[in-house]
């Protein structure tokens, strides 16, 4: 698989397996963290085993083993409140990615979604035990997938930066001139997710789809291969902008969370946005 993180990038295994493949095509999407292996954050109830943090780019990586217990708290090093929070167990590579999403509900702290799966939002104490995560901590319910007594988890945790990237939600019109997301600067990257009902984890980028409408999409939550259907959208300087009634992206008064990310990332209010295609 993949065999060496570099500073100029990574290096991949040969053979077979879905990493290097020859003749396919692959995508990859890479974040700085801490840049190295990081050390135990201690501002918890569980000590980490590792935390590294990039706090200018917002992005937390930290490992874990789990108590068991309702309510114990994991420190992520951010300073700043995180927005998005991807939980995993492992030991155990078909367990679920536990999510928690900023815009879900007024009470995101209740809530959860799958990453590898459609389900809708679903209310769930022993996920985050009912506690929205501060600007030093992460809450943890006692569910086997978030908190499992002994066991290893990985977290990654992101916080919203200005002019790089943003994480929220937005209610569809069901209607082809569809909603305009203002993030103030333009995307390289979206993930898009109906968290009202059932549907996927839609992944867009300006790597495969270098101009609108951008309409290569894949998803998280299965392993189809890339697809060109009706989900299409428009990266803009300040946002993007969906153009589909497309129930994974659009529907009337549905509700979606999405993730995005910088094209160039910028200072913030008042810089100018960097031009659309």
């Known amino acids: 698989g993949l065999t060496a993180f570099a500073s100029s990038g990574f290096t991949l295994g040969t053979g077979a397996g879905g990493y290097n493949d020859v003749g396919e095509s692959f995508v990859a999407w890479q974040w700085l963290a801490g840049g190295d292996a990081g ?7 569980i000590n980490t085993i590792t935390t590294t943090v990039n706090t200018t780019a917002g992005i937390s990586i930290s490992t874990f083993t789990g108590s068991g217990t309702s309510g ?3 420190g992520h090093g ?4 995180p927005k998005m929070i991807l939980l995993k167990k492992t030991a155990n590579y078909d367990t679920q990615w536990t999510t928690y999403n900023f815009g879900n509900t007024s009470a995101p702290e209740t809530e959860f979604m799958v990453l590898n799966a459609s389900n809708a939002t679903t209310d769930y104490a022993a996920a985050w035990n009912d506690t929205a995560p501060t600007s030093t901590l992460i809450t943890l319910g006692n569910d086997s997938v978030v908190n499992e007594n002994t066991m290893t988890y990985v977290v990654y945790a992101f916080a919203d930066v200005e002019g790089f990237s943003k994480f929220s939600n937005y209610t569809g ?3 082809a001139d569809g909603p305009a997301i203002y993030t103030g600067f333009k995307p390289a990257y979206v993930m898009i997710k109906k968290s009202s009902s059932t549907g996927n984890w839609v992944i867009y980028d300006s790597a495969r789809s270098p101009y609108n409408e951008i309409d290569d999409q894949l998803l ?4 189809a291969a890339e697809t060109t259907g009706s989900e299409e959208v428009d990266f803009l300087a300040n946002g993007f902008k969906i153009r589909t009634t497309d129930s994974d992206v659009n529907t009337s008064s549905g509700n979606y969370v999405y993730a995005v990310f910088a094209e160039y990332p910028f200072g913030g209010e008042d810089v100018t946005p960097s031009t659309t295609f």
Do not use: E
Not at 39 to 45: E, I, K, L, R, V
Not at 220 to 223: D, K, R
């Open 220 to 223: 998280a939550n299965t392993t």
């Open 39 to 45: 050390s135990s954050n201690t501002a918890g109830d």
């Open 173 to 175: 019109n069901g209607n």
């Open 72 to 74: 114990d708290t994991i």
């Open 78 to 81: 951010l300073g700043a409140v």
